[in-house]
């Protein structure tokens, strides 16, 4: 059976911790009145954290575990998870923030509102459409057919950040409306880069800002 909602989770290095964000994460979705599913990506590296979702999976029936050789770069984890993914709606979760789907109910409504794309991002950042790009998002959900735009693209981007920024200003850039939801305090810990990270990152995002005022200059004129 179809699932409504596919929740992506990309595992890297977590271990231990992954097990406490699944079990937040079966209590909450125990609560939803919509089927739903959820595939754990682990590159056959990160050895431990792909024990502990195994034995997680084995008592779960909606957990699915996705092995992938290689890297594990996180545009591997991105696109081997929706391939292998279901649902109507596919969520890819950054794992530390798994507590963002107390707000499931809100984010669906904003899908039915017309929204194609909802995005998590740093506390504070105001709510709403997403027309500024000033924070980089740690949560991605769409409706299944945008999969297909997004193939042709061809992301290239591997790091966990860099990754969300592509894909948002792809979807900026083609016009697509994008609602973000700030995060909470202990939701939005900072996650640490390093400083070539940082510099890669914020070259992406004022990238995708250049090009989304541009856009937003010709419509204006039009």
Same mark, same amino acid.
């Given at each position: 059976?179809?699932?409504?909602?596919?929740?992506?989770?990309?595992?890297?290095n977590? &271990?231990?911790?992954i097990?406490?964000?699944?079990?937040?994460?079966?209590?909450?979705?125990?609560? @939803?009145?919509?089927?739903? =599913?959820?595939?754990?990506?682990?590159? /056959?590296?990160?050895?431990?954290?792909?024990?502990?979702?195994e034995?997680f999976? +084995?008592? /779960? +029936?909606?957990?699915?575990?996705?092995?992938?050789?290689?890297?594990? &770069?996180?545009? =591997?984890?991105?696109?081997?998870?929706?391939h292998?993914?279901?649902g109507?709606v596919?969520?890819?979760?950054?794992?530390?923030?798994? @507590?963002? !789907?107390?707000? %499931?109910?809100?984010? #669906?409504? %904003?899908? *039915?509102? &017309?929204?194609?794309?909802?995005?998590?991002?740093?506390?504070g950042?105001?709510e709403? $459409?997403?027309?500024?790009?000033?924070?980089?998002?740690?949560?991605?959900?769409f409706k $299944?057919?945008?999969?297909?735009?997004?193939?042709n693209?061809?992301?290239?981007?591997?790091? %966990? *950040?860099?990754?969300?920024?592509?894909?948002?200003?792809?979807? !900026?850039?083609?016009?697509?409306?994008?609602?973000?939801?700030?995060?909470?305090? +202990?939701?939005?810990?900072?996650?640490?880069? /390093?400083?070539?990270?940082?510099?890669?990152?914020?070259a *992406?995002? #004022?990238?995708?800002? *250049?090009?989304?005022? %541009?856009?937003?200059?010709?419509?204006?004129?039009?």
């Amino acid at each position: 059976m179809k699932p409504f909602l596919s929740i992506i989770i990309p595992i890297q290095n977590e &271990g231990e911790k992954i097990l406490d964000s699944l079990l937040s994460l079966d209590y909450m979705l125990s609560l @939803s009145e919509f089927s739903y =599913e959820c595939v754990c990506v682990c590159p /056959t590296k990160a050895i431990h954290s792909l024990k502990v979702c195994e034995k997680f999976s +084995k008592i /779960t +029936k909606y957990v699915r575990v996705c092995e992938i050789k290689g890297l594990g &770069g996180w545009r =591997e984890l991105f696109w081997e998870g929706m391939h292998v993914s279901k649902g109507s709606v596919r969520m890819f979760l950054d794992p530390g923030i798994i @507590s963002v !789907l107390k707000d %499931r109910e809100k984010i #669906l409504e %904003r899908l *039915r509102e &017309g929204y194609e794309c909802i995005i998590a991002v740093d506390e504070g950042k105001e709510e709403g $459409e997403y027309k500024n790009p000033n924070s980089i998002p740690r949560m991605i959900v769409f409706k $299944e057919e945008m999969i297909v735009l997004l193939e042709n693209k061809h992301t290239s981007a591997h790091g %966990r *950040r860099s990754l969300f920024v592509e894909i948002i200003g792809f979807f !900026l850039k083609n016009k697509i409306k994008v609602y973000a939801f700030p995060l909470t305090a +202990k939701e939005g810990v900072k996650i640490k880069e /390093t400083v070539f990270e940082r510099v890669i990152n914020k070259a *992406r995002l #004022l990238k995708v800002k *250049r090009e989304h005022k %541009r856009i937003e200059k010709q419509k204006n004129s039009s």
